[in-house]
């Protein structure tokens, strides 16, 4: 079992700056890869972002890339989302979740269906 703890969501003015935090428990962080979601109201959850284990691969959505960074530190179990120049439309829940498997590119890395853990999500809301 892993558990997923996401924080770091609020209230930012468009063009302000957010850092998420994933901090996870109950098995081996480092052996899996991790992603972030996010879900908008009447919206499908979708991608954002992607990490290998090592920290040595990561994988962006189109929306978000030169914006949003990906990180984790695995000596302190939690992975990171780095987000800047936010926009209004980048509101919504934001979801951690964890791989058991491997994920072999970004085609992996955005299918929601390759995660086995999910957190319970923070909100994120951008004011224009």
């Known amino acids: 079992q892993v558990q997923l703890v996401e924080s770091g969501g609020g209230l930012v003015q468009a063009g302000g700056s957010l850092r998420l935090s994933c901090a996870a428990s109950?098995?081996?962080?480092?052996?899996?890869?991790m992603g972030w979601f996010r879900q908008a109201p009447g919206k499908e959850r979708e991608f954002v972002a992607g990490?290998?284990?090592?920290?040595?691969?990561?994988y962006y959505a189109d929306s978000v890339k030169g914006r949003f960074t990906i990180s984790r530190d695995n000596a302190k179990n939690t992975v990171y989302l780095e987000m800047n120049s936010l926009k209004p439309e980048d509101t919504a829940v934001y979801y951690c979740?964890?791989?058991?498997?491997?994920?072999?590119?970004?085609?992996?890395?955005?299918?929601?269906?390759?995660?086995?853990?999910w957190g319970q999500g923070t909100q994120v809301t951008v004011s224009s």
């Open positions: 979740a964890a791989a058991l498997g491997a994920m072999y590119g970004s085609w992996w890395y955005a299918a929601a269906g390759k995660y086995d853990y």
């Open positions: 990490i290998s284990w090592s920290g040595g691969n990561t």
């Open positions: 109950g098995r081996t962080f480092s052996n899996n890869a």
